[in-house]
């Protein structure tokens, strides 16, 4: 069982930018993806990085503004946001599953504590 750790939320302005870590020992043998919840809301597919090949996917709400990466030497998943808008306010979780990516909470089996990301001026 992965023991998954977010950090680097916070606010910030719109057009601003952040970058989430997900760490966790053992990380590299997973597919990492991360979601975000906003209150009343549900839990939605953010980004996904394969364990594989480091193939990628991204919601079409973030694409061109978040990059996931990974550095398997540091048991490490980042998310940066750039560009950042109101509407991208949430407490973001990283999640880990096998094998291939999914944008579906049910798929994944472990889960971070998430961390608040909240974009106003």
């Known amino acids: 069982q992965l023991q998954l750790v977010e950090s680097g939320g916070g606010l910030v302005q719109p057009g601003g930018s952040l970058r989430l870590s997900c760490a966790a020992s053992g990380l590299d043998g997973y597919t990492i993806g991360w979601f975000r919840q906003a209150p009343g809301k549900e839990r939605e597919g953010v980004s996904c990085i394969r364990r594989s090949d480091g193939s990628t996917n991204y919601a079409d709400s973030v694409k061109g503004r978040f990059t996931i990466s990974r550095d398997n030497a540091k048991n490490t998943v980042y998310l940066q946001m750039n560009s950042l808008k109101p509407e991208d306010t949430a407490v973001y979780f990283c999640?880990?599953?096998?094998?291939?990516?999914?944008?579906?909470?049910?798929?994944?089996?472990?889960w971070g504590q998430g961390t608040q990301v909240t974009v106003s001026s």
């Open positions: 999640a880990a599953k096998r094998l291939f990516c999914s944008g579906y909470a049910s798929d994944y089996n472990n």
